[in-house]
């Protein structure tokens, strides 16, 4: 595990409120557990995003208050802004070596999976993350899972496969599956329903219920249009 120091300063009333602490290049935070007294500090916001991005919410750092001696904490929690997603405030949770944590530690895939590479399967992920116990000092900053042993379709890694750095302990069902490879479904589409063939002496057009065969009662003159009647023979 990697060894993450980071420098602290404690929060004084001149300092203002979070908002003013946070214009100087600080972010505000707070330490807490093991029953000692909360305390209140700051830190430099790019000395704790490099600390950060090192240990991440599941090692150990040690937080360096002023002159004091180094407190072992773990992030415990970060407080963003909902629009620009700035670290606003920081929970740190001081340790007891002496006694277990539980924690979450993440998982990392490793290897290739012949289901997936060579029969189309396709991997599914049931978790990132796998909640174990142990004392902070075992604390591993990720878990591998080699997903190579899938070679053929519904197969599953479970918790009670994972191969545990010494110390560590699941802290859940351990028949839980981790990750596995289904057969990929291809959706064909229905074949369309074929269409009705014309009747033969069918017309496209409904008659008002008269013959449509039967003759005009009058007949129009094509020239100008009136209606011509018979002459009577004298």
Do not use: W
């Not at 090192?54 to 001696?69: C, T, V, W, Y």
């Not at 997603?85 to 539980?102: G, L, W």
């Not at 479904?185 to 017309?203: D, F, L, M, Q, R």
């Amino acid at each position: 595990m990697t060894k993450v120091q980071l420098q602290a300063q404690p929060k004084a009333d001149v300092d203002g409120k979070a908002k003013a602490i946070r214009k100087t290049g600080f972010i505000p935070a707070v330490i807490y557990g093991s029953k000692a007294p909360n305390i209140s500090v700051k830190v430099k916001k790019h000395d704790f995003e490099k600390a950060f991005q090192i240990a991440g919410e599941f090692n150990l750092i040690d937080l360096i208050i002023g002159q004091d001696k180094a407190a072992k904490v773990i992030i415990k929690d970060i407080e963003r802004d909902g629009l620009t997603n700035n670290i606003i405030h920081i929970d740190f949770y001081r340790v007891d070596m002496a006694k277990k944590i539980s924690t979450e530690i993440p998982l990392h895939f490793v290897g290739e999976s012949k289901a997936v590479k060579d029969l189309g399967g396709t991997l599914v992920k049931n978790m990132d993350t796998v909640k174990i116990t142990c004392l902070p000092g075992d604390l591993a900053s990720q878990i591998e899972v080699d997903i190579s042993k899938l070679d053929n379709f519904n197969q599953f890694i479970r918790l009670h496969d994972l191969v545990l750095p010494q110390g560590l302990e699941l802290g859940s069902s351990t028949d839980e599956a981790v990750v596995g490879v289904i057969e990929t479904k291809i959706e064909t589409e229905a074949p369309k329903p074929a269409e009705a063939a014309p009747v033969e002496g069918e017309t496209g057009a409904l008659s008002s219920g008269k013959d449509a065969g039967a003759p005009a009662k009058d007949t129009k003159d094509q020239a100008g249009g009136e209606t011509k009647t018979p002459e009577k023979k004298k």
